[in-house]
């Protein structure tokens, strides 16, 4: 007899959020990088005695908080889904 597929919880109510998961995943990568290639620059400029060019301090100060406040969002994003899901198998 061939076994049933299991379904996850989160397989359930993940296609709703999808979208919204893709572009926060999106901004928090796109943020990451472009941060730490700020930094790298910022130290060859440095260390090149050449002056910083202020725009890409600004990136690399605000770079990687941006991309962590990317993760807590997808972090609670993850747990509102995993409540939806859990409820949703309580009440079958």
């Given at each position: 007899?061939?076994?049933?597929?299991?379904?996850?919880?989160?397989?359930?109510?993940?296609?709703?959020?999808?979208?919204?998961?893709a572009t926060v995943?999106?901004?928090?990568?796109?943020?990451?990088?472009?941060s730490l290639i700020a930094l790298v620059a910022i130290l060859v400029e440095y260390f090149a005695h050449v002056a910083v060019w202020p725009p890409l301090m600004a990136?690399?100060?605000w770079g990687l908080p941006v991309?962590?406040?990317g993760l807590v969002i997808m972090l609670l994003i993850a747990v509102r889904?995993?409540?939806?899901?859990?409820?949703?198998?309580?009440g079958a």
């Amino acid at each position: 007899m061939p076994e049933q597929p299991v379904t996850t919880a989160s397989a359930a109510t993940s296609t709703a959020h999808r979208p919204v998961r893709a572009t926060v995943l999106t901004i928090t990568v796109l943020a990451a990088l472009v941060s730490l290639i700020a930094l790298v620059a910022i130290l060859v400029e440095y260390f090149a005695h050449v002056a910083v060019w202020p725009p890409l301090m600004a990136i690399g100060l605000w770079g990687l908080p941006v991309a962590f406040i990317g993760l807590v969002i997808m972090l609670l994003i993850a747990v509102r889904d995993r409540r939806k899901a859990d409820r949703a198998i309580a009440g079958a």
